[in-house]
């Protein structure tokens, strides 16, 4: 079975800075995504970044980015010019196959932007 | 609707009572998950349906727990003789196939308190 280890639970950062979430997961398969959603306090998920395994090149949305280490097996999220409405809970996600539809999810970073 | 749709909000039962929770997921989506978010943890899997096949419901914890879902749209989650253990929110969410790229669309939630 796949896991996916969010080894922070909480991260407090300045408003403007710059900051990176990490995930790494442990997989045996090679065709697969990785997601992150950002829950805020609404509790509604939404999607911020898609990465897909094949490629190489590490997804980008705006202020959103990924660090995508194949061999490794991590898949860090960098926020950069934070912003207050980035305050929320991050949930890094792995889709591959498997039961429960292949989706695993990590327990989450909560993070917190200081004005 | 534009979203995931759940109901209700908000629910507070006493211990050994019955609930039923819905989600309405989005028009054309035929696969439809919930999840069980218990405070501070990730999300807990707890069945999936997909268009007309068998739900996998390998993901519920006890027999006191069942889900159906009508006409391939409603999804009813149902938890009997509720627990304190219980309490939790308790996310649905839809994807329009099971393709492994396919984001998930979330709704807002029940937060279940069990007294």
């Known amino acids: 079975a796949q896991t996916v280890t969010q080894s922070q639970p909480e991260m407090s950062v300045q408003e403007a800075e710059t900051v990176t979430l990490s995930c790494t997961y442990d997989t045996s398969e090679n065709n697969y995504y990785l997601f992150w959603y950002k829950q805020p306090p609404s509790r509604q998920m939404i999607l911020v970044i898609r990465?897909?395994?094949?490629?190489?090149q590490n997804a980008t949305e705006n202020r959103f980015s990924v660090n995508f280490q194949k061999a490794a097996k991590s898949f860090s999220l960098k926020i950069s010019d934070s912003q207050l409405g980035d305050t929320a809970m991050y949930f890094c996600?792995?889709?591959?196959?498997?039961?429960?539809?292949?989706?695993?999810f990590g327990k989450g970073t909560h993070l917190i932007i200081q004005p | 609707g534009a979203g995931v749709s759940q109901s209700p909000s908000n629910k507070v039962t006493e211990k050994g009572k019955d609930v039923e929770l819905r989600c309405d997921p989005i028009s054309g989506h035929t696969a439809l998950y919930w999840y069980r978010q218990s405070l501070g943890q990730g999300l807990e899997f707890l069945i999936y349906?997909?268009?007309?096949?068998?739900?996998?419901k390998s993901g519920l914890p006890s027999d006191r727990f069942s889900a159906e879902r009508t006409g391939g749209s409603v999804s009813t989650l149902t938890i009997q003789r509720t627990q304190q253990e219980d309490s939790a929110v308790y996310l649905c969410?839809?994807?329009?196939?099971?393709?492994?790229?396919?984001?998930?669309?979330f709704g807002s939630g029940t937060q279940l308190s069990v007294l």
């Open positions: 996600a792995f889709r591959g196959g498997g039961g429960a539809d292949g989706l695993t």
């Open positions: 969410a839809s994807s329009p196939s099971q393709g492994r790229r396919e984001k998930l669309f």
């Open positions: 990465q897909e395994a094949y490629k190489q």
């Open positions: 349906f997909q268009g007309n096949s068998a739900p996998d």
